[in-house]
């Protein structure tokens, strides 16, 4: 059952056998403190009431038992502070071992996970869910935590005392106890049944304060949509049903589940009662001493709390390891882009080739048709056509986030699967569609090109994408906190600081996919003076909607529904009166109007 568990259990197993040994010598520090029962009888009432005591704790026992009822008594007490005095530095130490163990199968998990997610592929991202996948780093592995806690540590622990308190129960009276287990299948059936009906509702508690927290998200994100569409009331109403049935839900399950402990209680008292007679009985018949009447009477009191706590880490491990599923599922995926490549691409010298270029995302639904282009080293080429024509999915593939389903990209004549991904990427410069900033600084987030760069080289870099201009639009300037996922800035701002970060790699090739979409005009005027200089010398693919941003291409390709329509630069196509033209003349117009 813990099978998925076991090679990360195993991979501590000398801290494991630490935990398991100091478990034991707590357990039985704490079956001697029942011991000393023996003691006090046979100082109080006479040896004759009193047997010899359980054999494991005879030393201790001989030693306190005097046959003086004073001095005896004084002896117990030392004898109970020594044993506490040194149960209390053991516990500490089986918990600071028990809490190192899990956190550090945690830990491995949590790596191990981040790490798996950082290299798996863009098509895996693609085709997954993101919430669910944080939830997977977050929640699952809490469980998973929580799960090692009660499933192993805690469990332990509670074994090894029920193991103490049963032994000397048995010892005690063998009679006595099998008396008590008669009880035992009836406390079983009924915790079975509560405890079912008890998870139920849990589980629909949970559901509905997922929905409790999905309204409140919605309600925050579509806070602007809420308050267009006058729907605050609606909204209000909605959340205050969901909330209120979230408390009855609540009510029902505490109060389900505080049945448990209760009941135990009464059952606690039939057994008692029980114990009681028969063990009157024993005693009077001379077959058991009063000491082994009462040592097995506190034992088995003592072992109920550890006997409930082995039955529910039971279920609690169950659990987690419903987790572990979730994140091994993860764990266990092998959605690479292979990198396979052995040559390091150390200049790019000649040209960019796309060879009978197909693609398709999912299945045969193709979004790139026989794409045949090739770009000359220094050449900037324009790739225009309407949204989901496939110009996203054309630079995807020379940046291998995703490769080819036929046909190949080649670089100088070799394809690009052949060299390693690092070398590939590294000549590359690339602005995403949409700009992903980090949660740091403006400063952070440029040199995340390149870590090592020099303050000139940053401040150069600057300049020549224009963001000098704009940086009193800032705070604290280059050391402003941008906020998660650059949530403060603008689009056109955010643009700009994207590309200085690519202006400070400074990559042979440049690849821009609509990065001027967000800009305003005045960021737009900055972003075409800088873009000017900084595509000088460079071989350039540049994808946008804003044909003005493109006119100056050395040549222009005219994408429609995955294929290459048109090709040549702006007053050839516009002479042609193709897309391009169509395309030209749409823009105009918005312009004119505008
Ligand atoms: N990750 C993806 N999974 C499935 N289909 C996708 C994915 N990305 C894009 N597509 C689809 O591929 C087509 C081309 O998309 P894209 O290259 O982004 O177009 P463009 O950049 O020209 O707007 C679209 O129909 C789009 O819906
Ligand atoms: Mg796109």
């Given at each position: 059952?813990l099978?998925?568990?076991?090679p990360?259990?195993?991979?501590?197993?000398?801290?494991?056998?630490i935990i398991?040994?100091?478990?034991?010598?707590?357990?039985?520090?704490?079956?001697?403190?029942?011991?000393?029962?023996?003691?006090?009888?046979?100082?109080?009432?006479?040896?004759?009431?009193?047997?010899?005591?359980?054999?494991?704790?005879?030393?201790?026992?001989?030693?306190?038992?005097?046959?003086?009822?004073?001095s005896?008594?004084?002896?117990?007490?030392?004898?109970?502070?020594?044993?506490?005095?040194?149960?209390?530095?053991?516990?500490?130490?089986l918990?600071?071992?028990?809490?190192?163990?899990?956190?550090?199968?945690?830990?491995?998990?949590?790596?191990?996970?981040?790490?798996?997610?950082?290299?798996?592929?863009?098509?895996?991202?693609?085709?997954?869910?993101?919430?669910?996948?944080?939830?997977?780093?977050?929640?699952?592995?809490?469980?998973?935590?929580?799960?090692?806690?009660?499933g192993?540590?805690?469990?332990?622990?509670?074994?090894?005392?029920?193991?103490?308190?049963?032994?000397?129960?048995?010892?005690?009276?063998?009679?006595?106890?099998?008396?008590?287990?008669?009880?035992?299948?009836?406390?079983?059936?009924?915790?079975?049944?509560?405890?079912?009906?008890?998870?139920?509702?849990?589980?629909?508690?949970?559901?509905?304060?997922?929905?409790?927290?999905?309204?409140?998200?919605?309600?925050?994100?579509?806070?602007?949509?809420?308050?267009?569409?006058?729907?605050?009331?609606?909204?209000?109403?909605?959340?205050?049903r969901?909330?209120?049935?979230?408390r009855?839900?609540?009510?029902?399950?505490?109060v389900?589940?505080?049945i448990?402990?209760?009941?135990?209680?009464?059952?606690?008292?039939?057994l008692?009662?029980?114990?009681?007679?028969?063990?009157?009985?024993?005693?009077?018949?001379?077959?058991?001493?009063?000491?082994?009447?009462?040592?097995?009477?506190?034992?088995?009191?003592l072992?109920?709390?550890?006997?409930?706590?082995?039955?529910?880490?039971?279920?609690?491990?169950?659990?987690?390891?419903?987790?572990?599923?979730?994140?091994?599922?993860?764990?266990?995926?092998?959605?690479?882009?292979?990198?396979?490549?052995?040559?390091?691409?150390?200049?790019?010298?000649?040209?960019?080739?796309?060879?009978?270029?197909?693609f398709s995302?999912q299945g045969?639904?193709?979004?790139l048709?026989?794409?045949?282009?090739?770009?000359?080293?220094?050449e900037?080429?324009?790739?225009?056509?309407h949204?989901?024509?496939?110009?996203?999915?054309?630079?995807?593939?020379?940046?291998?986030?995703?490769?080819?389903?036929?046909?190949?990209?080649?670089?100088?004549?070799?394809?690009?699967?052949?060299?390693?991904?690092?070398?590939?990427?590294?000549?590359?410069?690339?602005v995403?569609?949409?700009?992903?900033?980090?949660?740091d600084?403006?400063?952070?987030?440029?040199?995340?090109?390149?870590?090592?760069?020099?303050?000139?080289?940053?401040?150069e870099?600057?300049?020549?994408?224009?963001?000098?201009?704009?940086?009193?639009?800032?705070?604290?300037?280059?050391?402003?906190?941008?906020?998660?996922?650059?949530?403060?800035?603008?689009g056109?701002?955010?643009?700009?600081?994207?590309?200085?970060?690519?202006?400070l790699?400074?990559p042979?090739?440049?690849?821009?996919?609509?990065?001027?979409?967000?800009l305003?005009?005045?960021?737009?005027?900055?972003?075409?003076?800088?873009?000017?200089?900084?595509l000088?010398?460079?071989?350039v693919?540049?994808?946008?909607?804003?044909?003005?941003?493109?006119?100056?291409?050395?040549?222009?390709?005219?994408?429609?529904?995955?294929?290459i329509?048109?090709?040549?630069?702006?007053?050839?196509?516009?002479?042609?009166?193709?897309?391009?033209?169509?395309?030209?003349?749409?823009?105009f117009?918005?312009?004119?109007e505008?």
């Amino acid at each position: 059952m813990l099978g998925k568990l076991k090679p990360y259990l195993l991979r501590y197993r000398s801290l494991l056998v630490i935990i398991v040994f100091l478990m034991a010598i707590v357990a039985l520090l704490g079956g001697f403190t029942i011991s000393m029962i023996t003691p006090i009888v046979s100082a109080i009432f006479g040896k004759e009431y009193a047997s010899s005591g359980p054999p494991l704790f005879r030393f201790l026992i001989d030693w306190v038992d005097t046959g003086l009822p004073i001095s005896s008594m004084f002896r117990l007490a030392i004898a109970l502070i020594i044993v506490y005095g040194v149960k209390f530095p053991l516990s500490l130490l089986l918990f600071f071992f028990s809490y190192n163990f899990e956190q550090k199968i945690i830990e491995d998990l949590r790596t191990e996970l981040f790490t798996k997610l950082t290299h798996l592929s863009l098509k895996f991202h693609t085709n997954s869910n993101t919430g669910e996948l944080l939830s997977k780093i977050t929640n699952d592995t809490e469980k998973i935590q929580y799960a090692l806690w009660r499933g192993i540590i805690h469990l332990g622990r509670h074994l090894f005392m029920l193991i103490v308190y049963i032994g000397l129960a048995l010892w005690a009276s063998w009679r006595l106890f099998l008396i008590s287990i008669v009880l035992v299948p009836l406390t079983l059936w009924f915790l079975n049944l509560v405890g079912m009906r008890v998870r139920g509702r849990f589980t629909n508690l949970r559901k509905i304060r997922g929905k409790l927290n999905a309204m409140a998200v919605e309600m925050l994100k579509g806070i602007k949509i809420i308050k267009a569409f006058n729907m605050e009331n609606t909204e209000v109403e909605r959340f205050k049903r969901m909330n209120r049935l979230y408390r009855r839900s609540y009510v029902k399950s505490q109060v389900l589940k505080e049945i448990l402990p209760e009941f135990s209680e009464v059952l606690g008292a039939i057994l008692a009662s029980l114990i009681l007679v028969s063990g009157g009985i024993l005693i009077f018949k001379g077959i058991i001493t009063p000491d082994k009447f009462l040592i097995f009477l506190g034992s088995i009191v003592l072992a109920q709390n550890p006997l409930r706590q082995v039955y529910l880490a039971y279920g609690d491990m169950q659990h987690g390891l419903a987790n572990m599923e979730s994140v091994l599922e993860v764990l266990e995926k092998d959605e690479y882009v292979e990198d396979r490549g052995t040559r390091v691409l150390k200049e790019f010298k000649n040209r960019i080739e796309y060879r009978n270029v197909s693609f398709s995302y999912q299945g045969n639904i193709p979004v790139l048709k026989d794409i045949n282009l090739v770009i000359k080293r220094g050449e900037t080429i324009a790739i225009v056509g309407h949204t989901g024509s496939g110009k996203t999915t054309l630079v995807n593939l020379l940046l291998r986030f995703f490769d080819p389903s036929e046909g190949q990209v080649l670089i100088d004549g070799i394809d690009i699967r052949e060299f390693t991904l690092k070398s590939l990427r590294e000549k590359i410069g690339y602005v995403s569609q949409d700009v992903i900033l980090f949660n740091d600084t403006i400063r952070n987030n440029i040199l995340y090109a390149r870590p090592d760069a020099g303050e000139k080289e940053l401040e150069e870099a600057i300049q020549r994408s224009r963001l000098d201009r704009i940086l009193d639009h800032f705070p604290k300037g280059l050391d402003t906190e941008i906020g998660e996922m650059g949530e403060r800035l603008s689009g056109g701002e955010k643009q700009l600081i994207s590309l200085a970060r690519v202006v400070l790699k400074n990559p042979e090739i440049l690849v821009l996919d609509e990065a001027t979409s967000a800009l305003d005009a005045e960021s737009e005027n900055l972003l075409q003076s800088a873009l000017g200089e900084i595509l000088e010398n460079k071989t350039v693919i540049v994808i946008a909607h804003r044909l003005s941003t493109i006119q100056n291409a050395d040549r222009i390709v005219v994408l429609e529904k995955g294929s290459i329509v048109e090709v040549g630069n702006h007053s050839e196509l516009l002479s042609k009166n193709g897309l391009y033209a169509k395309l030209y003349r749409l823009q105009f117009t918005e312009n004119g109007e505008a």
